[in-house]
T-cell receptor, first 115, second 115 residues
Framework: EPEVTQTPSHQVTQMGQEVILRCVPI?????FYWYRQILGQKVEFLVS????????KSEIFDDQFSVERPDGSNFTLKIRSTKLEDSAMYFC?????????????FGEGSWLTVV | AQSVTQLGSHVSVSEGALVLLRCNYS??????LFWYVQYPNQGLQLLLK??????LVKGINGFEAEFKKSETSFHLTKPSAHMSDAAEYFC?????????????FGQGTRLTINP
């Protein structure tokens, strides 16, 4: 069964450093997402992406965050200057459609630790 | 705004016993509801979803959930727990925001199975 794959599975970075989290969505999917889960808290929506542009973003997704689909297969989340509070599990997800009842498929997550 | 509340952050049952994980939603429009499961060191996997076709929804691994509009609930059940069901379970409501589908998650319920 096709799946969303994410790399790295775990990354430790120093505060202030740039981090890029990578994802390969399911191949025939058109909509891409990033969610995050801070330890002990809810899974939160960060951003959705369609047709090479952001379609919706949360208030968490400030100027230090950016997303890109550089080559038609990868979908990346960049955190420009990491803060301690960016430590979280970041989930990439994708879907074929954007209807409310549509299934969103998640990757296994990238655990980011900022020290 | 839509929201989901999961009652009980931890549920413990004996192997073979009934599993009941509670989810209540708040939505100003007919909701689309999902249950995801996260096994240790894995990503979020869809268990089942409600999209208004039938109020009793059957999912994978013997789980099912019943949509009750009068109670604004979408509780997850399994008649007989298995050790492999130990995981974290997330209820979520889906919405379209400015054309982008977004999932709003509950806080999750960690299910422990006692031998």
């Amino acid at each position: 069964e096709p799946e969303v794959t994410q790399t790295p599975s775990h990354q430790v970075t120093q505060m202030g450093q740039e981090v890029i989290l990578r994802c390969v969505p399911i191949s025939n999917h058109l909509y891409f997402y990033w969610y995050r889960q801070i330890l002990g808290q809810k899974v939160e929506f960060l951003v959705s992406f369609y047709n090479n542009e952001i379609s919706e973003k949360s208030e968490i997704f400030d100027d230090q965050f950016s997303v890109e689909r550089p080559d038609g297969s990868n979908f990346t989340l960049k955190i420009r200057s990491t803060k301690l509070e960016d430590s979280a599990m970041y989930f990439c997800a994708s879907s074929r459609q954007r209807a409310s009842g549509n299934t969103i498929y998640f990757g296994e997550g990238s655990w980011l630790t900022v020290v | 705004a839509q929201s989901v509340t999961q009652l009980g952050s931890h549920v413990s049952v004996s192997e073979g016993a009934l599993v009941l994980l509670r989810c209540n939603y708040s939505s100003s429009v007919p909701p689309y509801l999902f249950w995801y499961v996260q096994y240790p060191n894995q990503g979020l996997q869809l268990l089942l979803k409600y999209t208004s076709a039938a109020t009793l929804v059957k999912g994978i691994n013997g789980f099912e959930a019943e949509f009750k509009k009068s109670e604004t609930s979408f509780h997850l059940t399994k008649p007989s727990a298995h050790m492999s069901d130990a995981a974290e379970y997330f209820c979520a409501v889906s919405s379209l925001v400015q054309g982008a589908q977004k999932l709003v998650f509950g806080q999750g319920t960690r299910l422990t199975i006692n031998p």
